[in-house]
């Protein structure tokens, strides 16, 4: 199944008290009950990348079949240095992000 998505960000911040990489965009989804969600995919190929899934989760109720755009994000503790980011969907490439905007 193809998937829309926009809009794909990642910070590496590094302010106190800890380091965190943050990972947003917006996947467009069929209807309001299905949830986005990032996940560390089970294998990670290097050290200075991080690959995610994005899986879709479908809440429980009746919803208006409209296409609508939703927010992702995943969080995680970060010391090292990454130097791109690889989302995955049904187990290919979405997209890969190399620009990564560090704060400190």
């Known amino acids: 199944m193809s998937i829309a998505s926009k809009n794909w960000k990642v910070q590496h911040d590094k302010m106190p008290p800890g ?27 290097t050290s200075t990348s991080l690959a995610l899934n994005l899986e879709l ?15 992702v994000r995943f969080e995680v503790a970060a010391n090292d240095q990454m130097t791109y980011v690889d989302i995955f969907h049904d187990g290919r490439l979405l997209t890969r992000i190399t620009d990564i905007l560090i704060t400190h």
């Open 19 to 45: 380091a965190r990489l943050r990972v947003t965009g917006t996947v467009s989804v069929n209807h309001p009950g299905i949830e986005p969600v990032l996940v560390r995919a089970a294998v990670q190929t």
């Open 57 to 71: 989760q479908t809440k429980d109720g009746v919803f208006p079949q409209v296409v609508c755009d939703k927010d």
